[in-house]
């Protein structure tokens, strides 16, 4: 079992930042960042695997970062996210599974583990 507990979240202003976290319990290979605003499906934002393959949608490439701390604590990942729009309001969740990241990265239902989410507010 993998616990993940995400943090970061919060309320900014358009065109501001916000950096997300995500500390895992226990070691997993692929790490990824998904958001689910209200009446929309969970979407796919970056994956990052122990061995720096990276994954972006289309959407955020340019202005979201996904990072992996590698030399002191594998188990953390983190988002920072620039030019914030309103678009990026959501409900921000960290997932992870102990298998590659491979082509199934943008597929909620392949990871086995998940966090309780941090909300971020984007106002215009």
């Known amino acids: 079992q993998v616990r993940l507990v995400e943090s970061g979240g919060g309320s900014v202003q358009s065109g501001g930042s916000l950096r997300l976290s995500c500390a895992a319990s226990?070691?997993?290979?692929?790490m990824a960042w998904f958001r689910q605003a209200p009446g929309k499906e969970r979407e796919a934002i970056a994956s990052?695997?122990?061995?720096?393959?990276?994954?972006?949608t289309y959407s955020v490439k340019g202005r979201f970062t996904i990072s992996r701390d590698n030399e002191r604590n594998e188990n953390t990942v983190f988002l920072q996210m620039n030019d914030l729009g309103p678009e990026d309001t959501a409900m921000y969740y960290c997932?992870?599974?102990?298998?590659?990241?491979?082509?199934?990265?943008?597929?909620?239902?392949?990871?086995?583990?998940w966090g309780q989410g941090t909300q971020v507010t984007v106002s215009s």
């Open positions: 997932a992870a599974d102990r298998g590659h990241c491979s082509s199934y990265w943008d597929t909620a239902a392949w990871y086995n583990y």
């Open positions: 226990r070691y997993a290979y692929c």
């Open positions: 990052i695997d122990k061995d720096g393959e990276i994954h972006y």
